[in-house]
DNA sequence: CATTGCTGTCGATACGCATCGACACCCCCG
DNA sequence: CGGGGGTGTCGATGCGTATCGACAGCAATG
């Protein structure tokens, strides 16, 4: 192993020179950098990142704790891995992963032995029990999902209020009749989760602002047999016939079925009627057909948080006066919205 | 911060029995562990990471390099991140994350800045340029693929050519008069990647075996349009009528493409024809209809190969004479097979 | 009783880096 | 020509843990 006394011997100089010259901290002569720069080269030198940590206090690892846990909706969980991990590189930092299902001990266990600096918390529940012990912690924690009680802690998010207005705007917008609301699968609604009741929250908003028809039915399960049922429900309620339809699907387990069942039928989204899916854009351009969907962004969201995140690690001071911040869903037309009238 | 010193002066005891409990490294009175264990639980210690990785020269981190790179195909990617992860808490270590783009560079910080005791590599190419790297590293890296030349490298991988093979064998057993091979597009097979050329050798073997026509068709790309061209070739080339047809789809973002333009041409897979798709089984379930599927068995997959991991890490003896091993793919038959005649 | 061999504990040290205080040196100004 | 204020470098120290050698106490042995 190649230490920074190793470096120092060799540019001539103390082991001090070469750390000051690494960090900056202090000034450094041309000749005297250039000669421990090349020596860097030379060695091969890579600081010891135990030693480092121990150091200085500062481990540059950020702690990230995905939902890993049995039956949670790890569609476009990836995406969020990948921004924040590419996020944190650029800021010369590392990512640590933890696993939910190790619950509040894990973000104990990461900011007491000092693993990381830093801990974001992905897919946060409503009443999530790890929060008030994440406020408690003695490294910042970054919330992405938006609790009931976020206490005091900076939370990022897509703003499913938002959504689910934008959803029905728009169809409302395109001479549509009537909204049906293909909800979440009941366990999903019995886990309480907060985007689920804001998204249902904005988009009766938006119905009942526009004074459109608006129901709103739940499939038992995001399978197959699961979307029948809850279109079964939704279009023997109203008939089939009759006005122009759409159709918001919030789930993205429950898009490719839904508009499997509705071929099915006959009816062809885009032409009998509009659906508009919430879900990744990847998802969206890969169903048959194509859905309208409302973006999750997932990006937008992690670099928000990371944003954040660097801002407080580097003692910047944050902006935004509010703790929470929510990211504007980005609507993009496919094959399955009905042509303007 | 609490550190051991704290617990050694609670208990009475010094430092370093405060350690040597810790570790078991030393016989401790019953007594004396007793109340060691009794601060520990009061002062909640726990021990530094940088601190103790510093004095160990281990960090008890597994480096984890995931395929980020555009393009990749980050189906699937999920499962394998999840097992390793816990995996690898099952063994009381951590994991962190690096990115394929950082290319073999991020293999060298990750070593020697003595981040991590060892590297699963995913997804690697056949003539992966950071093999070579890899193997000239101080920590020992497990590979998930099968380079050309695995330079000495413990490698673990799915058996391709075993699954292309299952998969014309399973057609032939039921009687089916010929084999489509729906290939991978063409910029997957101009990277030349490992996996594809030994599925594909699986499945010649096999018609050639059992004396079945076999033909291979190579979609332009995984959109739907590309769906389309293949099969216009595959079908035309044959005549739609006559006989069993089977088609193999090893992509997996090819498989609902090519079912939806299967039923568009009112080819009814299950009835008309036969699909077996090369996907995780999470994929064949949520498809329209479900496909009949080799498993790529993700969990298997990363289980074994942090098996060797461990086992290279605790100085046990790895009981495989050879550096490879291959996972036995699993079919299942769902609603895409024909019924046996 | 002297010796040997354990068992259980302690003190000291090393791990590699960041940082603080000290200080030698030089330049500029009085 | 003397003093003051930078500038650039160094030595020393500390971060918290693991581990080594030492050794006290005790039991078993000849």
Known sequence: MVTSRDVARLAGVSQSTVSYVMSGRRSISPETRRRVEEAIETLGFQPNAGARALASQRSQVIGLVV???PGADMTGVLPFIETITKCAREEDHNVILATEDEGAEGLTRLSDQSLCDAIVLMEVGSKDPRIPVAAGLS????????????????????????????AVDELASSAHDRVVLLGYPRDVMARDVNFVRRFLRGAEESAAAHGIAYVEVSPPDTSRAGAEAALDEALTEQGPGGGRLGLVVPDPQLI??????????????????????????????TSTPPVTNLSLEPRDVSRRAMRILFRLLNHESVPTASTVELVTPRLTLRQTSLPAR
């Open 256 to 285: 490719q079925p839904t508009l499997q069942s509705l071929l099915d039928r006959g009816l062809v989204p885009g032409r009998d009627l509009s659906v508009i899916g919430l879900c990744t854009d990847r998802t969206a351009e």
């Open 139 to 166: 490294v910042p924690v970054i919330l992405i999902g938006v609790p009931d009680d976020p206490a005091g802690l900076y939370c990022v998010d897509l703003d499913y209020t938002l959504a689910g207005r934008m």
């Open 67 to 69: 939902p890993f846990a």
